[in-house]
């Protein structure tokens, strides 16, 4: 135990310490995993015990997402009052937990077991392998089941000055003294954190790896933000605690106060320190072609984010008919509306700057974004037992980006809640300027990040094993959420307006953009201007919105080629399913076996959809 988190465990007073786990909780090293489950576990009876203890083996490693899944109590309550190790040993620690579960779940003979648990050891197999190849390269920040896989430990969309602050605020809950002594332990292990991350950034410029120019000024105004947000007695840090402590009797502000000023924003400004460092080496080549090692690590997140081996080439090239197909979609409902000269692009551009199509500007225009955002929302959730044989809650809640996140994020993004729904699912919407949206590209945008889409999708999965709840693939992923606008379209979202039916295409374009951008970025040699450009040009999307989205691709590779890669297999696997079954097919059950199946990746998948038109197929 550090000298600093001795500190707060005394200074948290008795109550702390009467909570079982709590003092080895709150240590800056986190204790060792749980104890490996037993080698060779071979058939039925054992193999969903072995998945159960593997995730939480894999959640000592990942305590945020314990609390967000709302897991974390109980026998495993301490873990609410750890965060992540990001430091190398920290990675180092959590390679040798996944070699080990990856070699036992190899072990395990599947030949008897249901169809549901072998595809639960076939996730754990891809996730656990992808991931231990990433943590293989010499640098960068790599997901185990999740789509942000970066070369870049801290840049304008990662790193926990962005993240801590946002999970602290939005799923560390408050409701007892315990929630609130949870809280401020994690906030005095802010610092380590940080430091952490600080050591790999080090080591990563020592290789030669440096970002962008442009997104280490975009780095360097963010966390500027964030450091005067801190000195303003604590910021929100401190603020999220105190507003929700007013019944709770201790000493909360005072407390996290002086953390803050003690020991995170001390180490927020040697972070920021080393970015600014960087920025006097640094260039303006925006892809990973450019930099030392480069083509294996978009090799491998390009393989990672589409859990393909789709080679980059066919990627770009698949991109660029997808969006011709859909353009030509696009091209008469335009022309119906008036819109008959130009590109598709142009014209798309031009609708655009229609202010019929415009929200106010200001807080005015905030608040008319989000209350359009919850009547669609109640008007899609009515719709679910049109598509789904077994509807959920589609239990979410609308909140605006962190002020400190919006310059750097994408326009909205969302996820579903804990597992007993004591935390809703949220979509995230970027209010930064309400020119990032318009009346016709907003509705399909609600049915992407919440229902049908990443909620809806992932309060199915949270009815899975745990390990089900916490590994995910980007291909499916997003390829779900696309598809859920497709869905919306089908129900008739758009059946009486036209208008926002080209905002879902637009939107379904955009992602095939995505894919010729990333590509173009990261082994052709493109710009960032030319990547912006093309957006602009070929689909119509504004500057505003697109800039942000290039500055991502170039810190998150591959991830964006994902999108289009798995709403196409979505769409190959119900055509098959159409095709086999005949009249025996039903919206209903090909999309109930999709969710039911849960997070998978393509391949996988592709299993799923066999088992299901073995059942529905008669005879």
């Known amino acids: 135990m550090s000298r600093r988190s001795a500190l707060h465990l005394l200074a948290a007073g008795t109550a702390t310490l ?25 058939g039925t009876a054992q193999a969903p015990a072995l998945l159960d203890k593997i995730a939480w083996r894999l959640l000592e490693h990942a305590p945020e997402a314990a609390t967000s899944l709302g897991v974390d109590e109980g026998e495993h309550a301490a873990l609410r009052y750890r965060l992540e190790d990001r430091s190398p040993a920290g990675k180092a ?60 430990v801290v840049i304008q969309n990662v790193g926990a000055y962005l993240d801590s602050p946002r999970f602290l ?63 303003d007695n604590g910021g929100g840090l401190v603020h999220s605690l105190v507003s929700r402590t007013t019944s709770i009797p201790g000493n909360w502000e005072a407390r996290a106060r002086e953390i803050v000023a003690k020991e995170t924003l001390p180490a927020l400004e040697r972070q920021l320190a080393e970015l600014k460092r960087q920025r006097t080496m640094a260039k303006g080549d925006p892809g990973m072609r450019e930099r030392p090692g480069g083509e294996a690590f978009y090799a491998w997140a390009l393989r990672a984010s589409t859990t393909t081996r789709v080679p980059p080439a066919e990627v770009h090239e698949r991109g660029l008919e997808e969006l011709a197909a859909l353009h030509a979609r696009m091209d008469p409902i335009l022309k119906s509306l008036g819109y008959g000269d130009g590109s598709v692009g142009a014209r798309m551009a031009a609708l655009g700057k229609d202010k019929r199509f415009m929200f106010p500007e200001g807080d005015p225009g905030r608040a008319e974004i989000l209350a359009f955002i919850r009547k669609r ?30 310059p750097g994020a994408p326009t ?48 199915y999965a949270n009815r899975l094993p745990l390990i089900r709840s916490i590994l995910a693939f980007n291909a499916y992923s997003e390829g779900w959420a696309l598809y859920g606008e497709q869905l919306a379209d089908e129900l008739g979202a758009y059946d ?124």
């Open 412 to 459: 909205a993004y969302g996820g579903a809640g804990s597992i007993d729904g004591s935390v809703p699912g949220k979509m995230w919407i970027n209010l930064r300027t309400t020119d990032l949206h318009r009346k016709y590209d907003l509705p399909t945008l609600v049915h992407h990040e919440a229902i049908p889409g990443h909620v809806w999708q992932g309060e």
């Open 496 to 619: 009486d307006d036209p208008v926002g039916r080209l905002g879902y295409l637009q939107s379904i374009a955009f992602r095939a953009c995505r894919m010729v951008v990333d590509t173009g970025l990261h082994t052709k040699g493109w710009t960032r201007e030319q990547a912006v450009q093309f957006f602009m040009e070929k689909n119509g999307n504004k500057r505003e919105e697109v800039v942000n989205e290039v500055d991502r691709y170039c810190s998150w590779p591959g991830q964006a080629c994902g999108y289009k890669m798995g709403h196409s297999e979505i769409n190959r696997q119900r055509e098959r399913a159409i095709a086999a079954l005949g009249d025996a097919y039903d919206l209903r059950d090909f999309d109930q076996a999709v969710v039911d199946g849960g997070n998978v990746p393509l391949d996988v998948l592709a299993d799923n959809i066999d088992h299901y038109m073995a059942k529905a197929k008669p005879g």
């Open 169 to 231: 605020d939005a799923d560390h809950t408050i409701r007892t003294q315990a929630d609130a002594e949870a809280y401020v332990a994690r906030l005095g292990q802010m610092d380590e954190q940080l430091d952490g991350e600080l050591d790999r950034m080090k080591s990563a410029a020592a290789q030669g790896l440096v970002p962008p120019d442009f997104l280490l000024d975009r780095a360097i105004a963010q966390m500027t933000g964030t450091i005067a947000d801190a000195r």
């Open 18 to 42: 009467a909570l079982p786990g709590c003092a080895r909780s709150i240590a800056s090293t986190p204790p060792p995993p749980a104890s490996a489950p037993p080698a060779g576990q071979p």
């Open 377 to 406: 929302i109640d008007w899609i959730r009515a719709q679910m037992p049109r598509a789904f044989r077994e509807v959920v809650p589609g239990n979410v809640e609308v909140r605006r980006l962190p002020l400190a996140e919006e």
């Open 93 to 152: 620690r959590l390679a040798q937990t996944l070699r080990e579960d990856l070699a036992r779940v190899k072990e395990v003979d599947t030949a008897d077991l249901d169809p549901s648990t072998q595809t639960s050891l076939a996730v754990v197999r891809s996730a656990y392998g992808t991931a231990l190849d990433g943590l293989a390269l010499p640098y960068g920040d790599v997901a185990v089941g999740g789509w942000r896989n970066t070369p870049y």
